[in-house]
């Protein structure tokens, strides 16, 4: 049995060690950032939604990509939550035949859907990283895409893709800031 301190170590070194996710946060704004241009082009709003399924593939090679730039760590094999990141983050998938629906039947709500799944999902990071800023973006990314979607007229749909990659930005900034903190009491701990 694993006591709360030695618990709460592991999620400590998680978050330190793969810097609570940074990598696939600013993968992910690379892509929205891409998505919002695709949501700006004079194309039918089905076409759009086509496009964008794709430019979200990139995320993942991205984040990959960011994590060795940024010297993040995917792996801890002695680390038994360090699946659980990859398994959070896979979830999302399951919300597809969702996605594909509405896609199929409501084009116009498509990437006000997609926003709102990628939001949403990264309510449980919150706990994982020890990172409240996820549980605040996941709020504010899901409430605002349906704000905007049902507020928008479908030649603004650009703006929700637009407002989540602004707020991939402030997480981004949030979960750095959050790393700072960490580092230092990661190193302290290790050392005990």
């Known amino acids: 049995m694993v006591s709360a301190q030695q618990f709460d170590s592991l999620r400590l070194e998680l978050a330190t060690k793969a810097k609570s996710g940074l990598d696939f946060i600013l993968a992910a ?3 929205w950032a891409a998505i919002t241009f695709v949501w700006t082009l004079p194309l039918p709003v089905a076409t ?3 496009i964008t399924f794709f430019v979200g593939a990139l995320t993942l090679p991205l984040a ?3 994590s ?3 010297n993040t760590v995917w792996t801890l094999p002695h680390n038994p939550l360090q699946p659980l990141g990859l398994v959070l983050n896979l979830a999302q998938l399951f ?3 969702f996605l594909i629906f509405v896609f199929m039947r409501y084009p116009q709500h498509f990437v006000m859907c997609y926003g709102i799944i990628t939001g949403a999902h990264f309510f449980p990071y919150a706990w994982l990283y020890r990172a409240p800023a996820y ?3 996941a709020g504010l990314i899901s409430a605002g895409c349906l704000a905007l979607g049902l507020a928008l007229a ?3 749909l650009y703006l929700i893709p637009g407002f989540i990659t602004v707020s991939l930005m402030g997480l981004a900034a949030l979960l750095l800031l959050g790393h700072r903190r960490n580092a230092p009491a990661y190193a302290a701990a290790a050392r005990h």
Do not use: D, I, S
């Open 135 to 137: 549980g605040v973006a």
């Open 48 to 50: 759009r939604g086509f």
């Open 154 to 156: 479908p030649a603004q």
């Open 95 to 97: 919300y597809f035949p």
């Open 68 to 70: 060795k730039a940024l």
């Open 29 to 31: 704004t690379l892509v």
């Open 64 to 66: 990959w990509l960011l």
